[in-house]
């Protein structure tokens, strides 16, 4: 469900049939009015006229609000206590719920041309639950796990949000995201965004990490390698209470250059719960050192990188590097590079025995046959190297200099796309050998259109075969697996999307998925 725009201010009412532009502010045409009940469309409903109850004659603002149901049933195979395989029901409804006010600040405020002092909140919440065997059997008392939970909602992001205060000045308060090229971090407080002259722009921010044993908090974003579920009082799993404060700062070019670049410093730490003697007051679970850089030329050569030094670890734990060429009108050429060496939690066992750093080389080609069709071809080599803190080099690895000790894994993959106004087709053939084991096979994937704006059909058949070394019989796995879908668009205002899928093979003699969104757009 998605819905867009109300306006209110002095002397303006909510008008059901327009939705007012963010930009222009000139009524564009509705999306008709519907709103099925549930548990996130009555949050929507109360924040809504939280807002609404600012005073009328203050300032005037607009507001957007989406909402997206999605239900899915499934099976998953367990061995019980008996050593006997059994299947666990999984019945899945996932809602999303957003919510943007924007134009919060008076129209003086906002300088002539409206490009100034601009004042917005942004929320995303989830409600999640899960009505099969797999919860409701779950393990309960002594033996409950932390992160099986049958009902839980998460509040993704929530911040209001300044731009351009003074001309100079970006801030955000509140729950807030960040990531890129080799980063990826939430956390709960603020941060700030100075321009300085006309390339760069100097960067602050504080809080605490984001983590699911906070209230109303995903563990999405939390840094991996401790568990609230753990009962081994070795492992101190009261720490896990503890709150994270977390600081950092970054310096970025990206005004008036022909290339941006950001070098950025972060570090979480936290207090030890009830510190042993001996033990510090304060103990890094993460501290890094990253870097991103792109340029391009004449919108034909794209270059990005970056790198990040884990200075806890005392090593490089992630690098990429990625280069688009284009050739011609028809013709692409991709390279990209990447280096990552697990690293966790400060307070987790796994930095000790969680060894296993990886570098890929990837090369890539498309061409553009007609205005219908295209072809690629893809091709990668990986190396295995056994720690960050290795004497064996990934560029060494990679290529086999000097007879480098290090496993190596290699492969590549071909297809074809063809595009029309009622239909699309996909095929892909791939084939991966080298350490573990070998594994091929290939996917077919189409849509067509029955009924322009009413019915569209899909439909995907694949089948793959390996065979994995080091482990018992059986070793050759054969699998095939089959999907049909269809959106059908019951008005202009709503949509009804529905997946189902089947997989059998070696393993599994059906494997059952299917999967149901339901989409309706209101304007109020």
């Known amino acids: 469900m998605t819905a867009a725009g109300c306006k209110a201010g002095r002397e303006t009412r909510p008008r059901i049939g327009a939705r007012v532009s963010r930009d222009s502010r000139r009524p564009v045409p509705a999306r008709g009015l519907a709103f099925p009940w549930s ?31 999605v239900g899915q049933g499934y099976q998953e195979r367990r061995y019980g206590s008996s050593g006997a395989s059994e299947l666990l029901s999984r019945r899945r409804l996932t809602q999303y719920l957003n919510l943007s006010v924007f134009n919060i600040a008076p129209d003086d405020w906002r300088g002539r041309d409206g490009d100034r002092n601009s004042i917005s909140f942004e929320l995303g919440m989830r409600f999640d639950s899960d009505f099969g065997q797999f919860l409701l059997g779950r393990p309960r008392g002594a033996d409950d796990i932390g992160e099986l939970r049958q009902n839980q909602i998460d509040v993704l992001y929530a911040y209001l949000m300044a731009r351009d205060v003074g001309g100079r000045l970006d801030l955000q308060i509140g729950r807030q995201l960040h990531y890129d090229l080799v980063d990826f971090y939430s956390f709960d407080g603020a941060d700030a965004q100075l321009r300085v002259g006309h390339v760069a722009t100097v960067q602050a921010f504080g809080g605490t990490e984001v983590r699911g044993q906070m209230p109303l908090s995903a563990t999405l974003y939390e840094i991996d390698g401790t568990s609230v579920g753990s009962r081994d009082s070795a492992t101190h799993p009261e720490q896990s209470e503890a709150l994270r404060p977390m600081v950092g700062g970054a310096i970025a070019l990206d005004r008036a250059l022909p290339f941006d670049a950001r070098i950025a410093y972060r570090r979480v730490f936290s207090q030890t719960v009830a510190a042993p003697l001996g033990y510090p007051a304060y103990g890094v679970n993460h501290e890094s050192l990253s870097m991103t850089a792109g340029t391009h030329f004449r919108d034909r050569l794209f270059v990005t990188g970056g790198v990040r030094y884990n200075l806890l670890m005392a090593a490089w734990d992630d690098q990429q590097l990625a280069l688009r060429c284009r050739l011609g009108g028809r013709h692409q050429l991709s390279i990209d590079y990447s280096y990552l060496a697990p690293t966790f939690d400060g307070d987790s066992i796994w930095n000790v025995f969680g060894a296993g750093a990886y570098a890929d080389l990837r090369a890539g080609y498309d061409v553009e046959l007609s205005p219908v069709w295209n072809v690629h071809v893809r091709g ?23 007879g480098t000790p290090c496993a190596r894994a290699y492969g590549g993959n071909a297809g074809a796309d063809g ?12 084939a991966e050998g080298g350490v573990g084991g070998w594994k091929l096979g290939g996917d077919l994937s189409g849509r067509v259109t029955v009924r322009p704006h009413v019915l569209d059909l899909e439909g995907r058949w694949t089948t793959y075969a390996w065979r994995t070394d080091g482990v018992p ?9 089959i999907g049909l879908g269809a959106r059908y668009q019951m008005s202009r205002n709503m949509r009804l999307h529905f997946l189902g899928e089947d997989n059998t093979g070696t393993y599994y003699r059906a494997q059952i998925r299917g999967l149901a969104i339901l989409e309706v757009d209101v304007a109020l």
Request: aromatic fraction near 10%; glycine fraction near 10%.
């Open 39 to 69: 548990p996130g469309a009555a949050v929507a409903l109360v924040l809504a006229v939280a807002l609404l109850g600012f005073p009328p004659s203050a300032f005037a603002y607009d507001f957007g609000v989406s909402v997206r149901t």
């Open 380 to 402: 990668f080599r990986r190396a295995f190297v056994d720690s960050p803190g290795s004497s064996s080099t990934p560029y060494n690895c990679l290529l086999g200099n000097g």
């Open 419 to 430: 595009r029309s106004r009622v239909a699309r087709v996909r095929l892909d053939v791939f």
């Open 473 to 481: 019989q059986p070793r050759d796995v054969l699998m095939v697996g």
